[in-house]
């Protein structure tokens, strides 16, 4: 069966720094976009940042680009979310997914993902 299964988060300081990992299993991903969405309390799901296959195709919020860098090493079936300079607003659930498609990945599209994660809580506190 499919799986991604995300770690990495916890509790940070404002300011300070986090890397999340979701590692995917189950089946070939070759040609596949990874990301990441999150969803914060009383909020809907957002997307947060998304890259190609080849990596050559990458996608981010305008509320995190500048802070957080994403990345992917297809070996693995790994993808990864750098988040420096954390704020209070970043606190949310993390959740990975994968999806054929990097354009509507890119187009926050949640709905349509082929796979998600189960998630991970990122706590950042002031």
């Known amino acids: 069966q499919v799986q991604l299964v995300e770690s990495g988060g916890g509790l940070v300081q404002a300011g300070g720094s986090l890397r999340l990992s979701c590692a995917a299993s189950?089946?070939?991903?070759?040609?596949?976009?990874m990301g990441w969405f999150r969803q914060a309390p009383g909020k809907e799901r957002e997307f947060v940042a998304c890259?190609?296959?080849?990596?050559?195709?990458?996608y981010y919020a305008d509320s995190v680009k500048g802070r957080f860098t994403i990345s992917r090493d297809n070996a693995k079936n790994t993808v990864y979310l750098q988040m420096n300079s954390l704020k209070p607003e970043d606190t949310a659930v993390y959740y990975c997914?994968?999806?054929?498609?990097?354009?509507?990945?890119?187009?926050?599209?949640?709905?349509?993902?082929?796979?998600w994660g189960k998630g991970t809580l990122v706590t950042v506190s002031s």
């Open positions: 997914a994968v999806d054929r498609s990097v354009g509507t990945m890119g187009r926050g599209a949640s709905g349509s993902m082929d796979y």
């Open positions: 890259i190609s296959w080849s990596g050559g195709s990458l």
């Open positions: 189950g089946r070939s991903f070759s040609g596949y976009a």
